[in-house]
């Protein structure tokens, strides 16, 4: 009897065993190569690229193999190139004479040249508030000019 149930108490352990094995995967060790293409694989798989056409290659700068490429021999319009029929297309929506509307507002009094609250810079869109038109990034304040006119009331 106590065989019988060493025997029954083996099976068991054996039937278990093999269930076991059989949902364990073993997970490949990626080189960095495979974990590069991984994560960009993931970046552009997202919504906001569904309707996208994106075309990257990454090439070893020492060995010159390629690490990765997704629509690498795909022919695209440069981006350089996409500015002419934007540009023709807001001339044609929106007129020569348009002109962007930069407003600012205050949220709160001033008083004795001092204001009691924030500052609210709306802006409409306009490109040149950027730090891309400084000469001297270094030195650059996209609103300096605002400031010191602030300053100066």
Not at 20 to 43: H, M, N, V
Request: glycine share 6%; hydrophobic share 40%; proline share 5%.
């Amino acid at each position: 009897m106590h065989q019988i149930y060493k025997l029954s108490l083996l099976i068991i352990t054996l039937l278990f065993l093999n269930n076991c094995a059989g949902t364990y995967q073993q997970r490949p060790i990626l080189s960095p190569e495979e974990k590069l293409a991984r994560q960009i694989d993931l970046q552009i798989a997202t919504p906001e690229l569904e309707t996208a056409l994106v075309g990257i290659m990454v090439q070893s700068a020492k060995t010159g193999e390629i690490l990765y490429q997704h629509n690498a021999n795909t022919l695209m319009m440069p981006a350089s190139n996409e500015k002419i029929p934007t540009s023709a297309a807001a001339l044609i929506k929106f007129g020569p004479d348009f002109r962007y509307k930069t407003s600012i507002y205050t949220t709160g009094p001033i008083e004795k040249g001092i204001l009691k609250g924030d500052l609210v810079v709306v802006a409409s869109g306009d490109p040149i508030l950027s730090y891309r038109f400084c000469e001297n990034k270094a030195d650059c304040f996209v609103f300096q000019a605002w400031a010191d006119s602030l300053l100066a009331r």
